[in-house]
């Protein structure tokens, strides 16, 4: 994974499955179907006669532009996956991601309310899981979407077992 500017000095990170792409790739191209059919409605109903007043190029312009549109999210789509990533430590766990608005979370362990491990139709059939990080503060609930189901578990009952013994501490 590369190194960015606002990653912490020497953390490995850990990438999320590549498999994790096919479950955005989907998503992507769903959501891309349906605008593209929504914004052609005023093309059909115009080439049909039964909207004929209605402006030609902006008939045309309206499903090109979710074309285009459409065709740069999936061009970053590959990018986006490769850049999010975890890494556990001692007292906390890292979340990063992001390609033009990078982010970088560190949710401590003793902050943690509960871990959530959620899995989708099309995530279960490609063996992956989301974990979900609650805190006290909203803003500072993290996810980790792509993980193989196997290391889902894993985290969670570490990451619950490491939030118990902190708390535990206090």
Not at 23 to 47: C, E, H, K, N
Not at 53 to 81: K, S, T
């Amino acid at each position: 994974m590369r190194r960015e500017p606002i990653d912490p000095a020497g953390i490995e990170w850990t990438r999320v499955s590549p498999k994790y792409l096919r479950v955005r790739l989907v998503g992507w191209a769903i959501g891309s179907l349906i605008f593209l059919v929504i914004f052609s409605v005023p093309l059909v109903l115009l080439l049909t006669g039964v909207l004929p007043r209605f402006p030609l190029l902006l008939a045309w312009l309206l499903p090109a532009a979710v074309v285009i549109f459409a065709g740069w999210r999936g061009l970053l789509l590959p990018r986006q996956v490769r850049a999010i990533g975890y890494a556990e430590r001692n007292e906390d766990l890292l979340v990063r991601q992001g390609i033009f608005f990078q982010r970088t979370m560190v949710v401590p362990y003793g902050r943690m309310q509960y871990v959530d491990v959620a899995v989708g139709p099309i995530e279960r059939a490609l063996g992956l899981c989301t974990l979900k990080l609650h805190t006290a503060s909203p803003g500072t609930n993290a996810e980790i979407p792509g993980l193989p189901s196997s290391e889902g578990a894993r985290l969670r009952e570490q990451l619950s077992a490491r939030g118990e013994a902190k708390l535990a501490g206090l």
